[in-house]
């Protein structure tokens, strides 16, 4: 079975640009969860989305959205990208909105220059 | 979420028993424990959670004290490849957000 799988799984950009990263859940999964990690750190929760629906979002600014599609796949936006945003992008995928289990993809390696 | 407290790192000898503590002491009633561990370049995996009782899967071994406020998650017979950082987590289940503290660093050495 597929596992979570997101893409790019790499990706440069520059101080004031957008950038639009993606993720395929599990098979059934209707939970879709994203996690910014900047490099020596535990992963710091961005937003949960569940049926297409915002169910959490973290202490990030506004400059930072996502969605849900109808095929439980989610997109994270980031405007205005700062050298700060350098990050590796996790999401995470569960069967409901509050599931004991979730599991990460990858990731995306975002750098900002 | 109640917030956690883990040594930043730990070695183990390859094939013994990887004990890795965890302090919880603001954990409310209805906060369950979560470890992950996330092995270098990869996402964070889950491993095993409990809210009372010591928990056993295939993976690990949770032992929750009596008053809930330390766990040790027990790799009981470490191979180099548990070689990771190992997140201790406590949340309720109201939604599925997890807050990642530092972390225990576990290096298995041969």
């Known amino acids: 079975d597929a596992g979570v799988t997101q893409s790019p799984t790499h990706l440069i950009k520059t101080r004031g640009q957008h950038v639009t990263l993606r993720c395929s859940p599990i098979?059934?999964?209707?939970?879709v969860s994203w996690y910014q990690q900047v490099l020596g750190q535990g992963p710091q929760f961005i937003f949960q989305y569940y049926e297409k629906e915002e169910r959490g979002r973290g202490n990030f600014p506004d400059r930072f959205s996502a969605r849900q599609f109808p095929n439980y796949s989610s997109e994270l936006n980031v405007n205005a990208l700062l050298l700060g945003d350098s990050a590796l992008y996790l999401c995470?995928?569960?069967?409901?909105?509050?599931?004991?289990?979730?599991?990460f993809g990858p990731g995306t390696r975002l750098t900002v220059t | 979420d109640a917030k956690t407290t883990q040594p930043p790192s730990m070695d183990c000898a390859e094939g013994r028993a990887a004990n890795l503590p965890c302090n919880h002491s603001?954990?409310?009633?209805?906060?369950?424990v979560y470890w992950y561990r996330q092995i270098h370049s990869q996402g964070p995996q889950y491993i095993i959670h409990?809210?009372?009782n010591n928990e056993t899967n295939e993976m690990a071994s949770l032992i929750i004290t009596e008053d809930r406020k330390s766990s040790t998650l027990i790799l009981p017979h470490a191979t180099l490849r548990d070689t990771a950082v190992y997140y201790c987590i406590v949340r309720n289940n109201a939604g599925n957000m997890l807050t990642f503290g530092g972390g225990t660093r576990l290096m298995v050495k041969p």
């Open positions: 409990g809210l009372k």
């Open positions: 098979s059934g999964h209707k939970s």
């Open positions: 995470a995928s569960s069967l409901e909105a509050a599931s004991y289990e979730q599991y």
């Open positions: 603001t954990i409310s009633g209805n906060e369950y």
